[in-house]
């Protein structure tokens, strides 16, 4: 009798600590940080933030267009987040350039009345189709899709790693920054 109370209280145990574990991992997951861990680290073993961040994204884009009828999600890192400065971006963008995080298709959920168009024989771009807004321009034969920053949620998560098509940039425009500047297309990565 007194190993089964033994055994009883062993499982008990694991199990609070397993919910936890599953309860941390879930949270992190819905609100993507780690904020809630910080109040019970002293409860935690010390390999325990690690899991958790290996199993939660680092960043997930949220946004949707200015009425709110289109939305969409990424489930993954981009695989880059770039200014394009050509003229085609900037009639499709109406603005001066065209600040894109570019994901996988695979990786990204759309919903809402979407209007597309094709802008070159592979490019095409999507808007909501009540406010207009500007929300994507997707490479379906590549598999990707250049979500625009001005449509994010939080647009500070954009952090561009270059310009490119500079030849075309408004003349009035001065890049202030260090990144890399391409005059034409960036180097291909095959997407």
Request: hydrophobic share 35%; charged share 20%.
């Amino acid at each position: 009798m007194a190993r089964s109370m033994i055994r009883a209280r062993i499982w008990g145990v694991v199990r609070a600590f397993l919910w936890g574990v599953f309860m941390s991992v879930v949270l992190c997951c819905l609100f993507g940080d780690n904020q809630h861990l910080e109040l019970n680290r002293r409860e935690q073993p010390p390999q325990y933030p690690q899991l958790v961040k290996e199993v939660c994204p680092m960043t997930i884009f949220r946004g949707g267009c200015l009425c709110g009828a289109v939305r969409y999600e990424t489930t993954a890192d981009p695989l880059n987040q770039r200014v394009c400065h050509c003229q085609e971006c900037q009639k499709a963008i109406g603005a001066a350039f065209n600040a894109r995080v570019l994901m996988s298709l695979d990786d990204v959920s759309i919903t809402g009345p979407v209007s597309t168009f094709y802008s070159s024989e592979t490019l095409e771009r999507g808007s909501c189709s009540r406010c207009g807004s500007s929300i994507f321009s997707r490479r379906t034969p590549a598999g990707v899709i250049g979500l625009t920053a001005g449509s994010l949620d939080d647009s500070s998560l954009f952090n561009p790693d270059m310009h490119f098509w500079v030849s075309s940039k408004q003349p009035w425009l001065e890049i202030a920054d260090d990144l890399p500047q391409y005059l034409e297309g960036p180097p291909s990565k095959g997407y």
